[in-house]
T-cell receptor, first 113, second 110 residues
Framework: EAQVTQNPRYLITVTGKKLTVTCSQN?????MSWYRQDPGLGLRQIYY???????DKGDVPEGYKVSRKEKRNFPLILESPSPNQTSLYFC????????????FGPGTRLTVT | RKEVEQDPGPFNVPEGATVAFNCTYS??????FFWYRQDCRKEPKLLMS???SGNEDGRFTAQLNRASQYISLLIRDSKLSDSATYLC???????????FGTGTRLLVSP
């Protein structure tokens, strides 16, 4: 089954404790992206990657890191989480030729206290 | 001003009703337009693209008005299963980036 998976689905952590949210897709997609979704603000892009070893900042990259060492994986790293990073996070992937049709993972609900 | 603006709703309609949502965009360089659907606490999914000439997919009709910079989504014969949030999405010419609106919530009741 074609899918995007994220782990963990739910995470409660404390300020400053480094964490990683994993994202993996099995569709051989070149393009992958991370979004956060907050009430009243909609989906905002954090980082994206056009292919292996190619990443770029989205609209709200501060406080986040990403890497793309393999085509299927695109982890999101919070080196020192803060309460304002409490949010619902989505990973998405698409073919490079049809980036308008993005396949989203199920989401990770992160709470930073 | 937000790049993509939508009425958050909710739009409460009975089954069988016709309902329409509008979405305005501020950047005239926006090239492509889409509607995504998001069920409560679930991931967004592509509903349909919006073509310049307007397009239909079953009970759903999407239209684009470039002069006034808005797109619309019309749902005919609403079903309970249509209850969801509908996200307006634009893509800029020459960029892969998608810009999402905050969504319009639709509630269809029996």
């Amino acid at each position: 089954e074609a899918q995007v998976t994220q782990n963990p689905r739910y995470l409660i952590t404390v300020t400053g404790k480094k964490l990683t949210v994993t994202c993996s897709q099995n569709m051989n997609h070149e393009y992958m992206s991370w979004y956060r979704q907050d009430p009243g603000l909609g989906l905002r892009q954090i980082y994206y990657s056009m292919n292996v070893e190619v990443t770029d900042k989205g609209d709200v990259p501060e406080g986040y890191k990403v890497s793309r060492k393999e085509k299927r994986n695109f982890p999101l790293i919070l080196e020192s989480p803060s309460p304002n990073q409490t949010s619902l996070y989505f990973c998405a992937s698409s073919s490079s030729t049809t980036t308008y049709e993005q396949y989203f993972g199920p989401g990770t609900r992160l709470t930073v206290t | 001003r937000k790049e993509v603006e939508q009425d958050p709703g909710p739009f409460n309609v009975p089954e069988g009703a016709t309902v329409a949502f509008n979405c305005t965009y501020s950047n005239s360089a926006s090239q492509s337009f889409f509607w995504y659907r998001q069920d409560c606490r679930k991931e967004p999914k592509l509903l349909m693209s919006v073509y310049s000439s307007g397009n239909e997919d079953g009970r759903f009709t999407a239209q684009l008005n470039r002069a006034s910079q808005y797109i619309s989504l019309l749902i005919r014969d609403s079903k309970l299963s249509d209850s969801a949030t509908y996200l307006c999405v634009v893509r800029y010419r020459g960029f892969q980036k998608l810009v999402f609106g905050t969504g319009t919530r639709l509630l269809v009741s029996p």
